[in-house]
């Protein structure tokens, strides 16, 4: 009975960290309505009217609608616009994806950073990683800008990678961030599936 209630304890305190840590990332904006994905099957598009942008989904990768998610997987820098992952039931699992939506036109590494920076703190608070280590900016294909780091995940044992790209438009009344976390790869920068999905991405 001690247990039962020493387990039920620990839940009830897990559960106020993780409505506390999404408070303290839960964007200041009025939120926009970001759920209306639609998906082609036979194409693999993924398409969301809303705002206007549309990703193209690897073989054996699934898309995570932000209202099935949990208040920790919204948890991050920006409103969730969804999550990518390579688990139809998991959408942490590696190589993952986070798309955030930001309401305006030019975002900054400078200005980013600080915030991606306090969720990986948290993140080592919490237990779920160590031994991280900048590894610097990093620009995909002239489309994209953003910071990458490595760390050790205790959550899945291994040595990974995260980070985020942003993407801005210049007559686009907003911006977009992926948070990126997956596997180090030797000889690339990003697993080849990743490449693919930031390749993908359009704007309508």
């Known amino acids: 009975m001690i247990l039962t209630g020493g387990l039920l304890s620990f839940k009830i305190l897990q559960q106020g960290e993780i409505l506390t840590s999404y408070l303290l990332f839960k964007p ?67 190589p993952s994806i986070r798309i955030f939506y930001f309401p305006e036109p030019f975002l900054e ?5 600080p915030e991606f920076v306090k969720f990986l703190d948290l993140s080592v608070n919490q237990g779920e990683m160590v031994e991280v280590h900048e590894l610097g900016e990093e620009n995909f294909e002239k489309r994209m800008d953003g910071v990458f780091w490595t760390y050790y995940d205790n959550l899945r044992p291994r040595y990974a990678k995260t980070g985020f790209f942003i993407t ?34 359009k704007r309508e």
């Open 28 to 94: 200041t904006w009025e939120q926009k309505e970001l759920t209306n994905w639609e998906y082609n099957l036979e194409s693999r598009i993924l398409r969301n009217s809303n705002i206007q942008i549309q990703l193209s989904l690897p073989e054996d990768f699934y898309f995570h609608n932000p209202k099935n998610l949990t208040l920790k997987d919204q948890t991050g820098t920006g409103q969730i616009a969804g999550i990518i992952s390579s688990s139809e039931t998991d959408p942490n699992r590696y």
């Open 168 to 201: 801005s438009g210049d007559k686009l009344p907003d911006s977009f961030l992926f948070h990126i976390s997956e596997s180090l790869v030797k000889g690339r920068n990003h697993e080849e599936s990743v490449e693919k999905i930031l390749q993908s991405f």
């Open 109 to 113: 590494i400078d200005k980013i950073k």
